[in-house]
């Protein structure tokens, strides 16, 4: 197993994996959705944002999952936009492999930060228990700065901001 750039030649493919991991995620909690919880548009957005990179694990030719992040190199506060394992390889530490290879690519990194939907328990558990992020904001409908897309599927779902304070080696204050 490696971790790995994205290349072009895989781009397809992980975008399909990434919304069939996204999609079953939604629906086992929520129920069947007729549209994409994740839009290839939406994909595409992040992957063509400044400072993006994506990779992905493969075991062989088997792409078992993948990230993409977004680094800040002046104040190593960066972000994990998704990350995801394939559906036919949860439940086996692929995840957190996955997480524990970015977090090698990028030591440096002071704060990690990332997002997920309340509904999600399954994720939140694994960010909070499994990864050492904590919770730092919940978004709903009375939050200040609440900013859905209207036309989204998840456009009313609630959200949890995480950060990952990482080491004694760094000082920060919120």
């Not at 990179?53 to 992040?69: C, H, P």
């Not at 690519?105 to 997002?115: D, F």
């Amino acid at each position: 197993m490696a971790l790995i750039k994205l290349q072009e030649k895989d781009s397809t493919e992980f975008k399909r994996l990434m919304q069939e991991s996204f999609q079953l995620g939604y629906e086992e909690v929520i129920g069947k959705c007729k549209e994409l919880i994740l839009p290839e548009k939406d994909i595409d957005e992040c992957l063509n944002r400044k400072n993006i990179y994506a990779y992905l694990l493969k075991n062989n030719e088997e792409i078992l999952g993948g990230a993409i992040v977004e680094i800040n190199e002046k104040t190593q506060t960066n972000q994990l936009d998704f990350l995801f394992v394939n559906v036919h390889s949860q439940n086996a530490g692929i995840g957190q492999k996955i997480w524990r290879e970015i977090e090698n690519l990028y030591p440096n990194t002071k704060i990690w930060k990332t997002c997920t939907p309340y509904f999600d328990k399954r994720n939140i558990h694994f960010y909070v228990n499994r990864l050492g992020f904590h919770i730092v904001e919940f978004y709903n409908e009375k939050h200040p700065d609440k900013n859905w897309d209207e036309n989204h599927p998840m456009e009313d779902q609630e959200m949890f901001e995480f950060e990952k304070i990482m080491g004694n080696r760094h000082t920060y204050i919120r």
